[in-house]
Every structure is written in structure tokens, then in C-alpha cells.
């Protein structure tokens, strides 16, 4: 029986978890199994690898740790989803099992030096097989799991006092304001579901995302504290699930007609004049140093590279740079919203609920219904 390649493999299931349903406890007795199956005989193909003299990256090696690298990724990321979702987490235990989550997350083709890897991964590989058979499941009421409003929040990283405290005023602060927009009927029938409080696992820039596979929210731990910004993107990722599971057809199709309207509406754009810096970046310059207009001539911008040289680039291609971000800041909410209709209702409405949505941008919110 032929085996499908790592990378085939790899790609197939990163595909397919992107639409799995939370982890859950079944999640890890389901895949428990074959996990620690796999562990073994990935350990099995290093240890006779090595025995042989062959080195990490020798097509023997690979192919002997081909299937059982691949089953571990495929099972290890349900398992991984399933102790994230269901069961206390110990906080000295916390970054190590983020760690392992990250890596079935991301790997998608077989390592090159199979022994490298190991030597790397071994200990979340066992990590993963501990927590599994060992960590108590979650009790609702604790640091692990609590209720904010409407929402079930699983504390998947072990926060705890005062970073945990100000994160539940955020989302309070949250609740408030998408309980008072007024306009956008059935709005607050987003108040609901689980929240998941996730370190770096993916979205690495990003505060809160909506996942609409499972219909679940996911904040990521401020580096500061919470405040003002992360309470904005979780009513913007709150209003991800009311376009895609409670606005009409009709309202989309009138939303969509105004972002059209929008997006290629007439404005003046601030280009840049001689003595301004230019939003051109060179490659081994000063961290944040950019070039400034010496002259404007001939369809072009002339200035001085850090080595004092006289460069020029066309004024077309910081047109089309200035109209995809000042221009975009001039029609949009926010540049932000100019990614797509969805985004720029998201935007608009999240804007409106802290109140800085103009008032002609918000006239066309409440007049689509």
C-alpha cells in the first residue's frame, strides 16, 4: 500500500482543522491512541537512524519518519485543541503547552534533518501525552473557566489576578457598547458562545479574531493591559458573527452597493511635497530612516539614498501607495475597512459603537435596514 507524501498529507489536514469544531474531551480520546503510536515509531525510525550511522536528512531516515511526523501533527493538533478547550491548564505548564499547539498549527512538510526536529520537539511531543493523560478537566467558576455577560470564557493560558481582572472589565466594556447601538436590528443576538483567552498561536498581530467554523471568539493576552483597543476589535470580531450568521440578504447587498460607492468615491490625496519623507523603505538603511523629496520633476520623485546617491522613483507608485492608505483613511471608517465589504462593516460598526463613526458614514449604517 503507497503511502501519500508528507507535504500532500501536511496541506490536506491543515486544510481540514481550519473548519474542526472546538476541542473538546473527545478530542483527546479520540486521538490519543495514535498519537502515542506514532510517538513511538517516530522514535523508533531516529533511534535505528542514528544506530546506522545514517545522518538526519538522509532520504532513508526521512522516509522511515514520513507517516509517523505526519500522524503526530495531524493527531497532536486535535489532542492539543481538545486540553486547550476542556481541561485546567497549570500555569507553569501554560507557555510549554502553547508551544506544542503552535507546532501542529504551523508545520506543513516534513523537517529537513528528521534528528534536528526531534531533539527540538521530543519534549512537547511528551508534554502534549502528559496533559493529556494527567491534567484535570476545566470546573466553570474558576480562573478556567468563568462566566463574563453572556459569554463562557476558557482561560487556556493560565492568567490569573490582576492581568485576569482587567481583561473581564474589557470585556464588559465590550458588552456595554454592543448593547447600546441602536439601529442594526437583532444586534445583540451575538451575545453569546465561548471565548477563548489563547496565547501566540496564530494571528500573531492580532487582539481577537471570530473563527466561523466554530463560531467562537479568540482574544490574545495585551503585552500591556486591556484597554480601549482590544474592547474596539472584539466588537468588530463580534460583528463578523452577525454578518455571517444573523444580517439579511438584503442589507449585504445594500452594504456591498456602499462599499463600492465608497471605494471609488473622489478625494483629494495628500502627496507629498519637496522637503517631505517619502513612504519608501530601503533595504540596510536606519531602522525607520526614509528618504525625503529633493524634486518633483518629470513624473518623478528625486531624493537621496543613505549613501547620498541621487535616486528617483515614479510619482504613480506613491499615488498608488498614499490612495491605499491616506486615500483609504479619506473614504473609509478606517484604512482598515477598505479590505472588503464584510471589513468595512465590521469597522463601521464597532466605530459607532465607541462613537467616533462620522455622521455620514453612520447615516448609511442605519439607513440600509
Not at 500532500?8 to 491543515?14: C, K, S
Not at 502534549?128 to 484535570?136: G, L, S
Not at 454578518?243 to 478625494?267: G, I, T
Request: charge should be positive; aromatic fraction near 12%; include cysteine.
Amino acid at each position: 500500500m503507497s503511502h501519500p507524501s508528507s507535504k500532500r498529507v501536511a496541506l490536506r489536514y491543515f486544510v481540514a482543522r481550519e473548519i474542526s469544531a472546538a476541542g473538546s474531551e473527545r478530542d483527546i480520546t479520540a486521538n490519543l491512541p495514535a498519537f502515542e503510536s506514532a510517538y513511538a515509531d517516530l522514535k523508533k525510525a531516529v533511534e535505528d537512524g542514528k544506530s546506522r550511522g545514517l545522518a538526519g536528512d538522509h532520504m532513508v531516515v526521512r522516509r522511515w519518519a514520513n507517516v509517523p511526523w505526519v500522524q503526530l501533527m495531524e493527531n497532536g493538533y486535535k489532542i492539543a485543541e481538545g486540553i486547550q478547550g476542556s481541561r485546567s491548564i497549570p500555569a507553569r505548564s501554560a507557555k510549554g503547552i502553547e508551544m506544542a499547539h503552535r507546532l501542529y498549527y504551523r508545520s506543513r512538510k516534513m523537517p529537513t534533518d528528521v534528528y534536528k526536529w526531534w531533539k527540538t520537539n521530543q519534549k512537547r511531543l511528551l508534554l502534549t501525552t502528559i496533559a493529556a493523560k494527567t491534567w484535570t478537566e476545566k470546573q466553570e467558576g474558576t480562573d478556567d473557566l468563568f462566566r463574563v455577560g453572556p459569554f463562557l470564557v476558557h482561560n487556556t493560558i493560565g492568567a490569573s489576578g490582576a492581568k485576569l481582572e482587567v481583561f473581564k472589565k474589557m470585556l464588559e466594556t465590550a458588552i456595554k457598547k454592543i448593547k447600546g447601538i441602536r439601529g442594526i436590528p437583532g444586534f445583540k443576538k451575538v451575545l453569546y458562545g465561548d471565548i477563548y483567552l489563547v496565547g501566540q498561536i496564530t494571528k500573531a498581530h492580532t487582539a481577537a479574531w471570530y473563527d466561523p467554523s466554530e463560531d467562537a471568539i479568540y482574544c490574545r493576552v495585551a503585552k500591556a493591559k486591556w484597554g480601549f483597543d482590544e474592547a474596539f476589535a472584539l466588537v468588530h470580531e463580534l460583528t463578523h458573527r452577525y454578518w455571517r450568521k444573523f444580517m439579511s440578504r438584503e442589507a449585504k447587498a445594500k452594504w456591498e452597493s456602499h462599499h463600492m460607492n465608497v471605494k471609488y468615491e473622489k478625494v483629494d490625496l495628500p502627496m507629498p511635497q519637496v522637503g517631505d519623507e517619502l513612504p519608501v523603505r530601503f533595504k540596510g538603511a536606519p531602522r525607520g530612516w526614509r528618504p525625503r523629496v529633493e524634486e518633483i520633476q518629470g513624473g518623478l520623485y528625486w531624493y537621496r539614498a543613505p549613501n547620498d546617491q541621487r535616486q528617483s522613483i515614479p510619482s504613480m507608485r506613491i499615488r498608488k501607495f498614499v490612495n491605499s492608505t491616506k486615500g483609504a483613511e479619506l473614504r473609509f471608517p478606517t484604512a482598515y475597512s477598505a479590505k472588503n465589504e464584510e471589513e468595512h462593516f465590521c469597522e463601521a460598526v464597532a466605530s459607532e459603537a465607541f462613537g467616533s463613526l462620522k455622521d455620514a458614514h453612520s447615516k448609511v449604517l442605519v439607513s440600509i435596514w
